[in-house]
């Protein structure tokens, strides 16, 4: 079964540019979550939806955006690009956040974004 | 809100010898503890995970977390280190307030194996 995929593998963007960002989840997933992780750093929570709707939103600017398909697959947006943009953006799905359990989450190999 | 501390930045071990990666929580509910794998330029590969089953817990390739709610640790260990097993090692707490599950993730410990 195929994994996470999120393309593009790479990108390269000038400061104030936008950018979009795909992910396509595990078959039968219906959560994706994105994260951002500079360099050295752990990944950082962006948002997470869950059949369309969003679930959770961490500490970044409304610059980001996101939103996730009736198929399932996911886009984030950022737009007026920063110097400090510049990461790996991780996708992960899993099934429902939350239902009395804990789902793991799986991550796709990430973007790589570099701001210019 | 649900934190993690890796208490080591950099652990370097010799092939074959035992591999111990700490790990500190705080929660103010019972966590759901896990532990993800990066290699160089690759994506995050769970490891194992803890959601209050057992509480020692058994994952990929031979490692291994104990959760101790007393010393709110879970240490990730290995009875002997391989080559294969140099990597970035995170941490992590999954955050379940709002409605979701956002994992939140320690800062990570770079495992170096030497010969």
């Known amino acids: 079964d195929a994994g996470v995929t999120q393309s593009p593998t790479h990108l390269i963007k000038t400061r104030g540019q936008h950018v979009t960002l795909r992910c396509s989840p595990i078959s039968g997933h219906k959560s994706v979550s994105w994260y951002q992780q500079v360099l050295g750093q752990g990944p950082q929570f962006i948002f997470q939806?869950?059949?369309?709707?969003?679930?959770g939103r961490g500490n970044f600017p409304d610059r980001f955006s996101a939103r996730q398909f009736p198929n399932y697959s996911s886009e984030l947006n950022v737009n007026a690009l920063l110097l400090g943009d510049s990461a790996l953006y991780l996708c992960?799905?899993?099934?429902?956040?939350?239902?009395?359990?804990?789902?793991?989450?799986?991550f796709g190999p990430g973007t790589r974004l570099t701001v210019t | 809100a649900q934190s993690v501390t890796q208490l080591d930045s950099h652990v370097s071990v010799s092939e074959g010898t035992p591999v111990l990666l700490r790990c500190n929580y705080s929660s103010s509910y019972s966590p759901s503890l896990f532990w993800y794998v990066q290699h160089p330029n690759k994506g995050l590969q769970l490891l194992l995970k803890?959601?209050?089953?057992?509480?020692l817990v058994k994952g990929i390739n031979g490692f291994e977390a104990e959760f101790k709610k007393s010393e709110t640790s879970f240490h990730l260990t290995k009875p002997s280190a391989h080559m294969s097993d140099a990597a970035e090692y995170f941490c992590?707490?999954?955050?379940?307030?709002?409605?979701?599950?956002?994992?939140?993730f320690g800062t990570g410990t770079q495992l170096k194996v030497e010969l």
């Open positions: 803890y959601t209050s089953a057992a509480t």
């Open positions: 992960a799905s899993s099934l429902e956040p939350t239902s009395g359990g804990v789902y793991e989450q799986y």
């Open positions: 992590v707490v999954t955050d379940l307030t709002g409605g979701g599950n956002k994992l939140t």
């Open positions: 939806y869950y059949e369309k709707e969003e679930r």
